[in-house]
């Protein structure tokens, strides 16, 4: 199955001007988010049902289960489910900052991303796979490679940082 063109500049505009609030804790709230969007969200009857869950850490623990349940039953309704990791822009920001903020200077090297972020890579992999969708992790390529392309390996998101995990 083909997938429609995106507009790559448009999508990083929409959210380039969201903000994050609220929290406070390191897991995110993606079962209230689901939840809204599949419970509370106007759909219209002949539309194409996506949710696109974009977040730096993994749901709350006790979420779990729910999420699971909610997404089977989303996908097997026809809809879907697509998760974009954005942990490796946030990592680079933070670190960027709090160099600046010591030392009054760029930072020349980020660090690597720390292994506990493999969490939500893990955990939003899943949902994306369970949900039909995909995972996309911001950062991991330049941003010229994240365009629509007929070849096989962009439509599977090699090359652009998507990631369909093994299960």
Not at 28 to 57: F, P, Y
Request: aromatic content about 6%; proline content about 7%.
């Amino acid at each position: 199955m083909d997938r429609p063109h995106v507009n790559v500049k448009k999508v990083q505009a929409f959210f380039n001007g969201l903000v994050a609030e609220g929290g406070g804790d390191w897991p995110e709230a993606v079962r209230a988010g689901l939840e809204t969007a599949m419970r509370q969200m106007k759909w219209r009857a002949d539309a194409k049902r996506v949710i696109i869950i974009v977040g730096g850490s993994p749901p709350h623990a006790e979420d779990v289960p729910t999420i699971r349940k909610l997404v089977a039953e989303w996908h097997a309704k026809g809809g879907v489910i697509s998760t974009i990791d954005v942990s490796l822009r946030l990592h680079e920001e933070h670190e960027r900052m709090m160099h600046r903020w010591l030392y009054g200077e760029e930072l020349k090297q980020v660090s690597p991303l720390p292994e506990f972020y493999k969490e939500l890579t893990d955990s939003f992999g899943e949902i994306a796979h369970q949900g039909g969708g995909e995972l996309l992790t911001l950062g991991r390529t330049p941003p010229s490679c994240a365009t629509s392309s007929s070849s096989p390996s962009a439509r599977s998101g090699e090359g652009r940082g998507a990631h369909r995990p093994r299960m």
